[in-house]
C-alpha cells in the first residue's frame, strides 16, 4: 500500500507525458491523446483505486493506435535530391 501511492502519482505523470507528446507530434489519434490526459489527471488526482485501472487499458488503446496507424506506412521519402558532381 505504501508504494501504491507514488506509483500511481509516477504512473499518472508517465501517462499525461505521453499523451501530450504524441498530441504534439501526430502519433496517435486526438480521441486517445485526449483520453490518456484525462487518465492522466484523474490518476494524479484520485483519492481511489478507480484510475489506476485505467492505467494498463490506456496503455493497450495507445499500442494498439500506435500500431495501426504505423500499419502499412514505410519511411517517408526525401524530398531533396542529393547534390551532383
Do not use: C, H
Amino acid at each position: 500500500m505504501v508504494l501504491a501511492v507514488p506509483a500511481a502519482l509516477a504512473g499518472g505523470l508517465a501517462v499525461w507525458l505521453l499523451a501530450g507528446l504524441s498530441a504534439r507530434n501526430s502519433t496517435l489519434p486526438r480521441w486517445i491523446t485526449t483520453f490518456g490526459r484525462v487518465v492522466g489527471v484523474a490518476q494524479l488526482f484520485a483519492f481511489y483505486s478507480l484510475p489506476m485501472m485505467l492505467l494498463p487499458l490506456w496503455t493497450l488503446i495507445a499500442a494498439l493506435g500506435m500500431r495501426s496507424s504505423s500499419a502499412g506506412k514505410g519511411p517517408e521519402p526525401s524530398t531533396t535530391a542529393p547534390a551532383r558532381r
